[in-house]
């Protein structure tokens, strides 16, 4: 059975930092497209960030480019988030998720396994 763990979430001041992690129970993680989506209230989910698993290819929302950095440790099925200069507009739950395809997928539903989520909020 295929599990997503996210962590590293909280509550953080606007222009602060915070480091997203997802750990994989997945044999093939160093084979799978990884990536990062969030979901504010009342909004739909959105894609955030992407990372393949051919070394140097990721993709990132406008809205975080220069902010965020996505990362992997396959060594450690371990999945990361960089964030920072966060402001109001990066609250949300962000979620990790997986798929077998080496392309980068943007929509939701091209993508084969999710995590939970973890909160992120930031405040004004």
């Known amino acids: 059975q295929v599990q997503l763990v996210e962590s590293g979430g909280g509550l953080v001041q606007a222009g602060g930092s915070l480091r997203l992690s997802c750990t994989a129970s997945?044999?093939?993680?160093?084979?799978?497209?990884m990536g990062w989506f969030r979901q504010a209230p009342g909004k739909e989910r959105e894609f955030v960030a992407g990372i393949s698993w051919r070394a140097g290819d990721t993709n990132y929302a406008d809205s975080v480019k220069g902010r965020f950095t996505i990362s992997r440790d396959n060594a450690k099925n371990t999945l990361y988030l960089q964030m920072n200069s966060l402001n109001p507009e990066d609250t949300a739950v962000y979620c990790c998720?997986?798929?077998?395809?080496?392309?980068?997928?943007?929509?939701?539903?091209?993508?084969?396994?999710w995590g939970q989520g973890t909160q992120v909020t930031v405040s004004s």
């Open positions: 998720a997986s798929r077998a395809s080496i392309r980068i997928a943007t929509i939701p539903n091209e993508w084969d396994y």
């Open positions: 997945i044999r093939t993680f160093s084979i799978r497209t």
